[in-house]
């Protein structure tokens, strides 16, 4: 009698209820190294003369011409083949695309880029901030107003 109130309760255990998926997955991607890389850059400097008080509005030509001198300076025709997508020019804030392999090398040029003196005004890039995804870099734009009122 006792086999047969072992037997019984082996069954009842494996037994179980088939699981019901109610979700399907429609397709799965993984980035695990994305081939670019962005950068925000501000030009900042001082105004040596006192004659341009106005601030000095970027634009693409500019950020090209600027990017294309700290690269040559840097690291020579090696450097000026480094090829950059301008995504955005916004008063004296640009936004730039890197290829991923390339962003350490662009990060230091423009960081040990003397800048330009024009009319007495000393203007330099400043490296607000890179990263591989755009999106991180977009929400840094008005942080620092948080710490400096």
């Not at 037994?15 to 081939?35: G, M, Q, Y």
């Not at 003397?114 to 330099?124: F, K, L, R, V, Y």
Request: overall charge neutral; aromatic content about 6%; charged content about 20%.
């Amino acid at each position: 009698m006792a086999t047969n109130a072992d037997t019984s309760m082996a069954s009842t255990s494996t037994r179980s209820a088939p699981k019901v998926n109610k979700s399907h997955e429609l397709a799965r991607s993984v980035i695990k190294t994305p081939p670019y890389s962005y950068a925000h850059l501000e030009l900042s400097g001082a105004d040596l003369s006192s004659k341009n008080t106005g601030a000095e509005e970027l634009d693409a030509l500019q950020v090209r011409s600027y990017c294309t001198a700290a690269l040559k300076q840097f690291l020579g025709a090696t450097g000026m083949a480094i090829p950059l997508d301008i995504l955005k020019v916004e008063g004296r804030s640009c936004w730039l695309r890197v290829p991923r392999d390339n962003l350490g090398a662009f990060a230091a040029a423009i960081t040990a880029w003397q800048g330009t003196a024009q009319e007495g005004a000393h203007s330099i890039f400043r490296i607000r901030g890179c990263s591989d995804w755009l999106g991180a870099l977009v929400g840094q734009q008005d942080e620092c107003r948080l710490w400096t009122g």
